[in-house]
């Protein structure tokens, strides 16, 4: 009789101990692994900014080799998804279900983003620093998804009041693509222009299989705008910039912080990007380097950005990386992350990492200042991350010269 | 009026680039009876030797170009003998997916050696410049673009008309049995058919990489190209040049009077509208099957 009670005895406790330690584990986490994934265009139009993935990659592999965080190394889990969401969807659940993810990190584009956000919020998974403006990501917010990206509104907002305020001009056009992108710059121009009385004198949208851009540029000729907003992707940049001069346009060309990749413009615009004002998300503090001064990403002063030039890019890119904005942007935009989960501790839960980054205030890397805060449901901001946003203008040795400090932008709601 | 005018003179020049990748596809489709969607990228694979000659390697231009040229004839003619020629008894929608399959193959080999970042290719003349008559401006490179255009279609007509090759090519294009029957080797002229179309596409891809390369640069000119075709007819050479005109023309027109957010895919519409009225193309003989 003892024998079998010994034997059950032990069974029992193998079993509650087993419960527990189900319990107390977490998915994606082991003693010496922590599981993140990402996807990220490697493939297809979207590819230049597949650099995103790869950066953080690097980063990882840096933190990796300084000793991981609490004794758990990062193992990162990239995929190429195309920028098609239907593959973003299938990536994201192969990785979750087959292997197990902790958190996920970055991932580029609305559209994909948009396909995989209630799969993984449904789930309670973190998803933080999704590499694109759109509001979306915290209207409404959700407690497991942290926006790190400011948000597109503000680089519209910030050019058009500069342009009024500081330049003196009154006919402002804009050229954007025809998405979520493109159409958050309409708004936020239009929202702030009216602040002034002013309307944008052409709104022109810009498809993005369109390749020619006589019919946009002789639209913007004839509206006699003094500046032009282009809130498109670099290759339309390059595009209506160069058929501008072509057609003796030369406006004051201001864009946002997609085409801030000042080496990469000047090269694919043959140098016509000189002299374009652009909006910035880090990369340099301008507080800093101080308005009026000229810094130059591929030498830079900032600290942080340094290191990881040293550290991260040189070590663990490709031999054939370019050392670039969008490289660099996938480390800026897992920053608060990492710092998060070296506040959590030892014991790491997904609900302890959330816990620290409500706790993140003011934190600074490589882009500007990040806040959060407990999450409400009905309160955007607590998930907005970074809200300010500085200008810089190209110079002709592709460098940029500081115009502004940074300037925090006004949230509008969807729909207001 | 002067917008007017510019818009035409905008349609034209843009034509002349999308009557180029057309030309490329109606040589194939007479030789080989496709519809060629490899025709993109057998002027992107020469286009990026091109730009890895030019930046990497600093070659002169005038070695450059011709280099890129023989190897677009090479590559054409390889990819006729090497895949095409070994599909067995294949139907026109075999033939099509052959095709599909070696677009996918060379862009992803593109995209895989060379990356995916956009670059601008050194070429001779400026993209900036322009010429400037009365109130309407053409771009050196817009009208580089027409004068190269219409030196090949003068070209190719008077190779087709008078020289051995091209009177061989017509005769196979047109009964391929008979050909064989009167001595002319029809393998062979089909490859070089190949390797001609490519010659012309990687013209045309030239042409557009001062302003951007990239993986994907080829698509669009590719599909108007031969939405000007089919618009023209399939097996009309002068019809795939009138036909690119048009959808040049007409592409720019609705973009400046009617609706630019609609602009690309007006050339759509007009296939449409032409396959409605007349399948065979506006400029082709009445559509007849060889059998």
């Known amino acids: ?416 | 009026m002067v917008d007017f005018l510019q818009m035409v003179l905008s349609g034209i020049a843009v034509g002349s680039s999308y009557a180029l990748m057309g030309l490329g596809m109606v040589l194939i489709y007479k030789a080989s009876e496709v519809p060629n969607f490899v025709q993109g990228e057998m002027a992107l694979l020469p286009v990026f030797i091109a730009f890895m000659l030019l930046s990497t390697y600093n070659i002169p231009y005038y070695i450059a170009f011709p280099a890129t040229l023989i190897f677009a004839f090479i590559l054409g003619c390889f990819l006729e003998f090497a895949i095409l020629r070994r599909a067995k008894e294949p139907n026109i929608l075999g033939l099509i997916i052959i095709t599909i399959g070696m677009e996918m193959m060379l862009l992803g080999f593109v995209s895989w050696k060379f990356g995916a970042d956009q670059r601008a290719m050194p070429f001779p003349i400026s993209t900036y410049d322009s010429i400037i008559i009365g109130d309407v401006f053409i771009s050196s490179l817009d009208l580089l673009t027409l004068v190269v255009a219409l030196v090949i279609m003068l070209t190719l007509f008077l190779f087709f008309r008078f020289s051995r090759m091209g009177v061989a090519m017509k005769a196979t294009q047109m009964n391929e049995n008979a050909a064989a029957l009167m001595g002319i080797k029809t393998k062979q002229i089909r490859m070089v058919t190949w390797g001609i179309s490519a010659v012309v596409g990687c013209v045309a891809g030239l042409l557009a990489a001062p302003v951007l390369v990239e993986p994907y640069m080829m698509w669009g000119p590719m599909l108007k190209g031969f939405a000007g075709a089919v618009v023209g007819g399939m097996t009309s050479l002068p019809g795939a040049v009138f036909g690119a005109y048009i959808v040049g023309i007409v592409e720019h027109l609705f973009g400046g009077y009617i609706s630019i957010e609609f602009k690309s895919v007006v050339a759509f519409a007009i296939i449409v509208i032409v396959l409605c009225i007349k399948p065979s193309g506006l400029f082709a003989r009445h559509y007849v099957k060889k059998v």
Not at chain 1, 75 to 91: R, S
Not at chain 1, 194 to 213: F, T
Request: aromatic share 10%; net charge neutral.
């Open chain 1, 1 to 416: 009789m003892k024998k079998y009670l010994v034997y059950v005895l032990t069974f029992m406790t193998v079993v509650v101990l087993g419960l527990a330690f189900n319990a107390a584990a977490e998915e994606g986490i082991t003693d010496t692994e922590i599981h993140i994934g990402q996807w990220g265009p490697q493939t297809g139009p979207a590819a230049p900014w597949g650099a995103v993935a790869r950066g953080t990659d690097a980063y990882f592999k840096m933190i990796n080799e300084e000793g991981g965080i609490h004794g758990r190394k990062l193992v990162h889990h990239y995929f190429d998804d195309g920028y098609n969401p239907a593959k973003t969807m299938g990536g994201v659940k192969q990785l979750q279900e087959d292997i197990g993810m902790f958190a996920w990190v970055s991932g580029v584009g609305t559209a994909p983003g948009l396909a995989v956000k209630d799969y993984l919020m449904d789930r309670k998974i973190p998803w933080i620093g999704p590499s694109a403006g759109s509001r979306h990501w915290i209207e409404p917010p959700n407690k497991y998804l942290f926006n790190t990206y400011p948000l597109y509104l503000g680089d519209a907002q910030l050019l058009c009041k500069y342009a009024v305020e500081t330049l003196g001009f009154k006919n402002i056009a804009i050229a954007y693509q025809n998405d979520d992108y493109g159409k958050q710059g309409l708004e936020g121009a239009q929202k702030q222009l009216a602040k002034s009385g002013l309307k944008l004198v052409a709104e022109i949208p810009v498809n993005v299989a369109d390749v020619d851009m006589k019919p946009h540029i002789m639209k913007f000729r004839n509206s006699e705008a003094e500046a032009v907003l282009l809130f498109v992707g670099p290759g339309h940049v390059a595009r209506l910039q160069g058929t501008g001069k072509a057609m003796q346009f030369e406006p004051q060309w201001m864009t946002s912080t997609t085409c801030g990749d000042i080496p990469l413009m000047m090269a694919i615009t043959k140098g016509g990007y000189a002299g374009t004002i652009l909006a910035s998300f880090g990369m340099m503090d301008p507080t800093a380097v101080g308005i009026g001064n000229i810094e130059d990403v591929n030498a830079s002063t900032h600290p942080v950005l340094k290191k990881y030039h040293e550290e991260a890019f040189k070590k663990f890119a490709a031999k054939e990386e370019r050392w670039g904005l969008t490289f660099a942007a996938g480390m800026g935009y897992v920053e608060p992350m990492i710092e998060a989960l070296k506040n959590c501790g030892r014991d790491l839960t997904r609900e302890k990492l959330v816990a620290e980054m409500e706790k993140i205030k003011d934190f600074q890397g490589i882009m500007g200042k990040v806040s959060f805060a407990p999450f409400k449901a009905n309160d955007p901001s607590c998930r907005i991350g970074q809200t300010t946003v500085f200008l810089a203008q190209a110079t002709a040795d592709a460098k940029a010269k500081v115009l502004t400090d940074w300037v925090k932008t006004e949230y509008i709601p969807m729909g207001k």
